[in-house]
């Protein structure tokens, strides 16, 4: 059974329960979760406000000492890492290690705090007046972090918040825990003082308590559009500022002039690595022009085709750039299999069945699947399926195919396949969305740049990693003074 981290002790506190933990590509059952209590997240939190004081004061450069020894004990234990969130979650090792490189990317950009949380000075603001600008932490901090990427996504917020002198409780998620659990055992034997981090597992009891507990001044969640709106209206009443990162439906938009065969390679990994379960993966694409639509499904058809559909720690595969695993649970399988019945009864072309693909036997694989003339409005056009289904859509000209990804609900990334400068620079002022690539499949940003998108894909104002988050993560406290001279 995994174990909570509060206080810098690792510690069974009261439950309501345990849940197994299980690899997706077996089946086989890795560790049970404790479902924590409320009293459980409470005695987190006393944990990380009793420790806040002492750390707020710790010099700045010193903090992030500690960031730098977890980066030593994450490089060197980046491949077993990799194995780790594969076995637990079920993406290639490629992916799973590209995961922990942006991982590791944020970390470094935390190191930069020293000048990422320097204040602002104003010499005569008045007669005899300076201002200044003092940016200061805001106390006990928490997230609930994501099964797809059980790495990363808590380093989007974890190491900016130690940084910036915040102490952190974080719930990872109760589906794929290990990783995070491993992690904490690393901050652990960094010395980092007790109570400073601390790691509760649960469900949504637990992330209620993490909402609703006054001494939590800041609230992170990667999650659906559906459970942000609950996030935000939650910690709205509650007086907290959050950060609330939801669902998305990412296009592609292809122009006549695009490298077709480039794009398409493309789009095969960024609609279906990871079996489609990344925020950033591609799951709607816009053909412009009849010829356009063609190429594109004959050619992803055939693509789609060449996929390898296996347990990704299969010696015979794990080295493969491109491998579709499982998702992540029974349950999730069950959900892509009836939008793939909803999309046959709307009318939309099932190019490819993945439900007919060869299938590992046990596991919870579904293949590449792949809709043609779909219209938008389409139930799974709407939907965020999180899965490797792709839905093709054609529009007449660069400006309906805008208004397509403009009308979605989502916004959270888009790109377009063109050689025209002129193109891509009215994709990127007009496509709604927070992420855009030009000729990339999977527009994320890296480490030094905010994540988030627009519209439902993001219900707050602030993003996540970078130097946005610092934001977050700091009171600005505005100091006007003067003094008069000694009689």
Same mark, same amino acid.
């Given at each position: 059974m995994l174990k909570n981290y509060v206080g810098g002790v690792w510690t069974e506190m009261e439950r309501s329960g345990l849940l197994p933990v299980e690899n997706p590509s077996t089946g086989a059952i890795l560790a049970q979760v404790p479902l924590s209590t409320?009293?459980?997240?409470?005695?987190?939190?006393?944990?990380?406000?009793?420790?806040? %004081?002492?750390?707020?004061?710790? %010099?700045?450069?010193?903090?992030?000492?500690?960031?730098?020894?977890?980066?030593?004990?994450?490089?060197?234990? !980046?491949?077993?890492?990799?194995? +780790?969130?594969?076995?637990?979650?079920?993406?290639?090792?490629?992916?799973?290690?590209? !995961? +922990?490189?942006?991982?590791?990317?944020?970390?470094?950009?935390?190191?930069?705090?020293?000048?990422? @949380?320097?204040?602002?000075?104003?010499?005569?603001?008045?007669?005899?007046?300076?201002?200044?600008? #003092?940016?200061?932490?805001?106390?006990?901090c928490a997230m609930a972090g994501p099964f797809n990427f059980p790495g990363m996504v808590p380093f989007w917020f974890l190491p900016y918040a130690l940084a910036a002198g915040n102490t952190f409780v974080l719930k990872p998620s109760e589906q794929t825990p290990l990783t995070m659990q491993c992690i904490a055992g690393m901050i652990h034997d960094t010395g980092l003082p007790p109570g400073v981090f601390n790691l509760v597992h649960g469900d949504r009891t637990v992330v209620e308590r993490l909402m609703d507990h006054p001494q939590v001044r800041g609230f992170s969640l990667v999650g659906s559009s559906r459970t942000c709106r609950i996030v935000a209206e939650r910690c709205a009443r509650a007086g907290k500022r959050y950060q609330a990162m939801g669902g998305a439906k990412n296009h592609l938009v292809v122009m006549p002039d695009a490298r077709i065969d480039e794009a398409v390679r493309n789009m095969v990994s960024s609609c279906f690595g990871c079996a489609g379960q990344r925020c950033m993966a591609a799951s709607a694409i816009v053909a412009v022009g009849d010829e356009v639509y063609r190429q594109v499904c004959d050619q992803l058809v055939a693509a789609a085709r060449k996929v390898v559909i296996r347990d %990704? #720690?299969? %010696?015979?595969?794990?080295?493969?750039?491109?491998? #579709?695993?499982?998702?992540?649970?029974?349950?999730?399988?069950?959900?892509? +299999?009836?939008?793939?019945?909803?999309?046959?009864?709307?009318?939309? !072309?099932?190019?490819?069945?993945?439900? @007919?693909?060869? +299938?590992?036997?046990?596991?919870?694989?579904?293949?590449?699947?792949?809709?043609?003339?779909?219209?938008?409005?389409?139930?799974?056009?709407?939907?965020?399926?999180?899965?490797?289904?792709?839905?093709?859509?054609?529009?007449?000209?660069?400006d309906e195919a805008v208004r397509i990804l403009n009308d979605h609900e989502y916004g959270n990334g888009a790109s377009i396949y063109t050689q025209s400068g002129y193109w891509a620079r009215r994709f990127k002022l007009e496509a709604e969305c927070g992420m855009i690539g030009v000729n990339v499949g999977i527009p994320a940003p890296v480490a030094h740049l905010p994540f988030g998108g627009m519209k439902a894909s993001l219900l707050s104002d602030i993003k996540a990693q970078g130097r946005a988050v610092i934001q977050f993560y700091t009171d600005s406290k505005i100091i006007t003074e003067r003094f008069w001279p000694e009689a």
């Open positions: 409320t009293a459980a997240v409470d005695r987190a939190v006393d944990a990380a406000a009793a420790a806040f %004081p002492a750390w707020s004061r710790t %010099p700045v450069a010193r903090r992030t000492e500690y960031l730098f020894g977890l980066l030593e004990r994450l490089r060197a234990q !980046e491949e077993a890492l990799a194995r +780790l969130i594969t076995e637990e979650n079920g993406k290639s090792l490629p992916d799973a290690r590209a !995961e +922990l490189k942006r991982l590791i990317e944020n970390c470094e950009v935390a190191f930069g705090m020293p000048v990422l @949380q320097q204040g602002d000075k104003l010499i005569g603001a008045s007669e005899g007046i300076d201002g200044e600008v #003092l940016r200061l932490p805001i106390g006990v %990704p #720690l299969d %010696p015979a595969v794990a080295a493969e750039p491109m491998v #579709l695993g499982p998702v992540i649970s029974a349950k999730a399988k069950q959900f892509i +299999l009836e939008m793939i019945e909803t999309g046959v009864r709307e009318g939309a !072309e099932l190019l490819v069945d993945g439900r @007919q693909a060869a +299938l590992p036997a046990r596991g919870h694989f579904i293949g590449p699947t792949i809709f043609g003339r779909v219209r938008p409005g389409m139930a799974i056009h709407r939907t965020e399926i999180f899965g490797p289904v792709v839905v093709v859509l054609q529009a007449a000209s660069f």
